[in-house]
C-alpha cells in the first residue's frame, strides 16, 4: 500500500510540472505572436516623405515600408501660414513593403517651402487618419534656378558685332576731300593739256594769265607808234639840213 500511495503522488506531481510547463510554452507563444502581429501592422511611422528633383523637375517622394502591404492613401497640400494653400495633384494609393514602396508627386518646389503629407488607412482592424510628422519642408536650393536662363555658350561664342565695331571698317576707305577732287579735276580735261606746275597755278590764282594777251597788243602797238613818230622825226630833221 506504502508502494502504491508513492507512486500515485510522483504522477501527480510530475503532471503539475508538465502543466506549469505547457502554461509557459503557451504564454510565450501568445507573445511571440502578439509581438509578431504588432510588428507587421500598418503605423504612421512606416511612412516618410521627401522632396528631391528629377533633372530641372521637382518631385515629392513618399515612401512605405509596411511589411504587412495595407492598402493606404496619401494626399500632398502646399502650406501657406500653416494652412493648406493647394493640393499637389491627385491622391495616390500605395501598398507597403519590407523594402519599402514609393509613391511620387510631381512639384516644382520652391527652397524652403512647406507641404503637409496626409495618410489614411481604413481596413479592418486598422484605422490611421493621419500627416507624417513634422511636416516637410523643401531644400534651400532649388532645382532649376536662375541661371539657366542665361545665354548658352554657343550664343555667346558667336557675338554681333556692335555699331562701334563695324565704324572702323567703313573709315578703311576714305572719302576723297574738296581740295583732292579739285587738284585732280585738270587731269581731266578733253584737250588732253598738262596740268600746270606749281608756280604756274599760283599765277593762275591771281588772275594775271586772264589779260596776257591785251597787255602784248598794246605794248606791241605803242612800239610801232614809236618807231613811226622816230622815223617821221629823222626824215623832217633831213629835209630842213637840206634846204
Avoid at 40 to 45: K, Q, R
Avoid at 174 to 194: F, I, L, Y
Avoid at 204 to 210: D, K, L, M, V, W
Wanted: aromatic share 2%.
Amino acid at each position: 500500500m506504502h508502494s502504491v500511495r508513492t507512486n500515485v503522488s510522483i504522477s501527480r506531481r510530475s503532471a503539475r510540472r508538465s502543466v506549469r510547463v505547457l502554461g509557459v510554452a503557451a504564454a510565450s507563444a501568445a507573445l511571440a505572436l502578439s509581438a509578431s502581429g504588432s510588428a507587421l501592422a500598418c503605423n504612421i511611422s512606416d511612412f516618410s516623405a521627401e522632396a528631391t528633383c528629377d533633372g530641372s523637375n521637382g518631385v515629392i517622394n513618399v515612401k512605405d515600408i509596411d511589411a504587412s502591404g495595407t492598402s493606404a492613401t496619401i494626399t500632398v497640400f502646399l502650406e501657406n501660414n500653416g494652412a493648406d494653400a493647394k493640393q499637389v495633384g491627385e491622391a495616390q494609393t500605395v501598398k507597403g513593403s519590407k523594402g519599402g514602396t514609393t509613391v511620387s508627386f510631381s512639384e516644382d518646389w520652391k527652397p524652403n517651402a512647406e507641404y503637409r503629407v496626409h495618410v489614411v488607412v481604413d481596413t479592418k482592424g486598422i484605422k490611421i487618419d493621419r500627416d507624417i510628422t513634422p511636416n516637410l519642408t523643401t531644400s534651400s536650393t532649388a532645382c532649376k534656378s536662375d541661371e539657366s536662363a542665361s545665354p548658352s555658350p554657343s550664343d555667346s561664342a558667336t557675338p554681333s558685332p556692335s555699331a562701334s565695331e563695324t565704324t572702323p571698317a567703313e573709315s578703311d576707305s576714305p572719302t576723297p576731300s574738296a581740295t583732292e577732287s579739285s587738284s585732280t579735276a585738270p587731269a581731266t580735261t578733253s584737250d588732253n593739256a598738262p596740268s600746270p606746275a606749281v608756280g604756274e597755278s599760283n599765277l593762275a590764282e591771281t588772275g594775271a594769265n586772264s589779260n596776257t594777251g591785251l597787255i602784248a597788243g598794246i605794248a606791241a602797238a605803242l612800239v610801232v607808234v614809236g618807231g613811226g613818230a622816230v622815223w617821221f622825226g629823222m626824215r623832217r630833221r633831213g629835209a630842213h639840213s637840206g634846204s
